[in-house]
């Protein structure tokens, strides 16, 4: 069982818009701005989009947006294209306890 | 650019030690933290932990009575040690930098390995 919890799919339409929650508690998402989102194709190794929560890395695409409110974090894709079709999992920082935490991870498919 | 590159036996038998390598390129391990994430069908991704050459590491409370981590400056690489593995450990293990920021670490891993496949069995 994973410590942030994602939905396990979500789906819609090519030109569409999406968006994946992460949910987490008073501990991790709950304190710290530090949440990144990263997305990943089968076989490869994931890839960062998204770090503390809203911030995108040079040359990530503008339709990939992240906010967080309270214990849950977002991932909005916009203009979804056959190319966004991936799996996106969500990066926590949770204290010197715990550390830093994963969601399960959400299969994106573009319908 | 810095490139990651893991090695490492694919096969481990149950109760012995895992060890992995991860080769740097293209920048030296003297900066940012370096860390070991693995990657299972079900439990998804895991942080493993990290070191930081200047001198400091952090592990997975989960796993910290069996991990080692371990960095050789002189020849740019460090290094995973997971003792006394069971078949819960087979999984993908990718090694990851996450670079230095005022506020790191905390999760933002901006370079990984393609990652390596380890399976436990006799």
């Known amino acids: 069982q994973s410590a942030l919890t994602q939905p396990a799919s979500v789906s819609g339409s090519p030109g569409q818009s999406i968006t994946i929650s992460c949910t987490g508690t008073?501990?991790?998402?709950?304190?710290?701005?530090?949440v990144s989102w990263y997305q990943q194709y089968p076989g490869k190794a994931p890839k960062l989009i998204i770090y503390e929560a809203t911030k995108r890395p040079s040359g990530v695409s503008g339709r990939f947006s992240g906010s967080r409110s309270g214990g849950t974090a977002s991932l909005t894709v916009s203009g979804l294209q056959p190319g966004d079709e991936a799996d996106y999992y969500c990066?926590?920082?949770?204290?010197?306890?715990?550390?830093?935490?994963f969601g399960g991870g959400t299969r994106l498919t573009v319908l | 650019q810095v490139q990651l590159q893991e090695s490492g036996p694919g096969l481990v038998k149950p109760s012995e030690t895992l060890s992995l390598t991860c080769s740097v390129s293209g920048g030296s391990i003297s900066r940012h933290y370096w860390n070991w994430i693995r990657q299972t069908p079900g439990k998804g991704l895991e942080w493993i932990g990290y070191i930081y050459t200047q001198g400091s590491s952090k592990y997975n409370p989960s796993l910290k009575s069996r991990v080692a981590i371990s960095a050789d400056t002189s020849k740019n690489h460090f290094s995973l040690k997971l003792l006394s593995v069971t078949a819960a450990d087979t999984a993908i293990y990718f090694c990851?930098?996450?670079?230095?920021?005022?506020?790191?670490?905390?999760?933002?891993?901006?370079?990984w390995g393609h990652g390596t496949m380890v399976t436990v069995s006799s």
């Open positions: 008073s501990s991790d998402i709950g304190t710290w701005k530090f």
């Open positions: 990851a930098r996450e670079p230095e920021m005022v506020a790191s670490p905390y999760g933002a891993f901006d370079t």
């Open positions: 990066c926590s920082y949770a204290g010197s306890a715990a550390f830093i935490l």
